[in-house]
């Protein structure tokens, strides 16, 4: 399948901050890529690069074969971006917003259509300066979609959202995806990474740590179940004993937020070792669940910390 985005080597320096490290990746048409990290791993200097934002400082990226430097014109008439805190006119109404965006396109999508999808038909009317924070955000994302483009780039597209209004997004970006539409897509959520992307990448600091699908990372990096509960109070002697309950298990252990996660091969087996080890320090456990390993499990092992530990930059 041929590629929409290809990128190598893309390097973003602020003096000494070294905000993107030479990331290289590919992204197929067609298909949902997600970019997902922390806030400050370098997710929005990576995109605002490769749309011509931003001024790389080492690096190449083509998009739809063509190159993000001498072609950009050309590349901007075939994509919609959606930026996470867009200029816009505040006395402008959502549906002349809209209006000025598409005729920025050859092709554009309606914009009623536009406005309906993200849930703006009935704010069509009303200025800018009058939508609340998550109105604008859904705004920022009609913008994007009205370019009705081969590819969509969306950044962090639901922050701010309510559950609903979430569920709703995800719906478009994957009708986009089934329309052969290819949606580049960066968030620091792991469940709408999980969700939703075809392919991804894991960012940190701006590295690439981990790429493949959802599925992929996560049976690479775990093929155990997660044994889940609230730390009764582990003395560090403790701890450095249950790392080693039912060794012969494949036992994992990590701590993350007051939480204890044992990453075991044979559940049957460490519940056993496990009960009998609290039982005997007579710290009974609390908050109990056995669950699969998600994208947050590959995470906490790749970096040692959730993907909320960052402060955002």
Same mark, same amino acid.
């Given at each position: ?137 859904? %705004? ?9 483009? *081969?590819? =969509? #780039? +969306?950044?962090?597209?639901?922050? &701010? ?123 009974? %456990? ?9 994208? *947050?499990? =590959? #995470? +906490?092992?790749?970096?040692?910390? &959730? ?7």
């Amino acid at each position: 399948m041929e590629n929409a985005i290809e990128v190598e080597n893309l390097k973003k320096h602020y003096g000494d901050v070294k905000a993107v490290k030479g990331v290289s990746f590919t992204v197929k048409k067609g298909t949902i890529f997600g970019m997902l990290g922390p806030n400050g791993a370098g997710k929005t200097t990576t995109i605002e690069t490769i749309i011509g934002l931003l001024d790389k400082t080492d690096g190449r990226s083509t998009v739809l074969g063509m190159d993000t430097e001498r072609e950009l014109a050309e590349i901007k008439k075939k994509t919609g971006v959606q930026l996470q805190n867009p200029s816009l006119f505040p006395r402008l109404t959502v549906r002349e917003t809209l209006a000025l965006f598409a005729s920025f396109y050859p092709e554009p999508l309606d914009i009623t259509r536009a406005a309906s999808q993200v849930g703006l038909k009935p704010s069509f009317e009303t200025q800018i300066d009058s939508l609340s924070g998550g109105q604008k955000h859904r %705004l920022a994302v009609a913008l994007a979609l009205v370019s009705n483009g *081969d590819i =969509v #780039f +969306l950044d962090e597209p639901t922050t &701010g959202l309510d559950p609903k209004a979430r569920q709703d997004l995800w719906g478009v970006i994957t009708d986009l995806r089934d329309r052969g539409i290819t949606v580049f897509l960066t968030t620091h959520y792991m469940d709408e990474a999980e969700k939703l992307c075809d392919q991804l990448v894991i960012i940190d600091r701006g590295e690439i740590i981990a790429r493949g699908s959802p599925k992929e990372l996560i049976d690479e990096n775990f093929p155990h179940r997660a044994i889940e509960f609230t730390d009764p109070g582990f003395t560090e002697e403790e701890r450095a004993k249950l790392k080693n309950i039912n060794e012969a298990g494949s036992v994992n252990f990590e701590e993350n937020e007051g939480r204890v996660i044992l990453y075991s091969e044979t559940v049957a087996a460490t519940f056993d070792e496990l009960f009998a080890f609290t039982q005997k320090l007579d710290k009974p %456990l609390d908050d109990l669940s056995v669950r699969t390993a998600t994208l *947050d499990d =590959v #995470f +906490l092992k790749l970096t040692g910390r &959730g993907i909320e530990e960052d402060e955002e930059a």
